[in-house]
């Protein structure tokens, strides 16, 4: 029996709190948690749509009854299609994390291998992440490689 399930409206809280380990482990990050409030209602509506393009897979903490040890999240993109990927569907992960005192388990390796699944069954021809230092091997070990073009990005508010 496998220890990833699908996350529900209920873990949104955990999730939250996964998600908020995994910035403050970033370089520069803003460590606020003003923000979870307001998020909350969204991420249990989005956690909520089992067909919808977003999906969060948890493993729930062995030690501690309520909490999530890892958690990763995703969602579909629709980019317009191309030979080899006529639908245009190309899955981005975007959230990894693992409670610090669960980590070196498996548990995020277990959590990406079904959100990889759950890309394929919907058709995606590839997925993008950003990844730290730390979680290099990891996706290196999965498959994923480098792409030698640079991420522009444009903050439409400050």
Known sequence: MSLVRRAEPAD?????????????????ADRSTDWHAESLPTLRAKLAEPDGPFA??????????????????GTLDYRIGRSGNPLGTVGYVF????????RRRGYARACMDTLLKWF???????????????????????????????????????
């Open 12 to 28: 949104a809280e955990e999730v939250l709190r996964l998600r908020q380990v995994m910035i403050d482990s970033m370089f520069q």
């Open 120 to 158: 394929r069954e919907r058709g995606a021809d590839r997925v993008q992440l950003t990844t730290s230092a730390e979680g290099a091997p990891l996706y290196t070990s999965l498959g994923f490689r480098p792409k030698p073009d640079p991420l522009l990005e444009l903050w439409l508010w400050l």
């Open 95 to 102: 959230s990894v994390a693992t409670d610090p005192d669960a």
């Open 56 to 73: 969060a897979f948890v493993v729930d903490h062995p030690e501690r009854p309520g909490a999530l040890a890892a958690l990763v999240a």
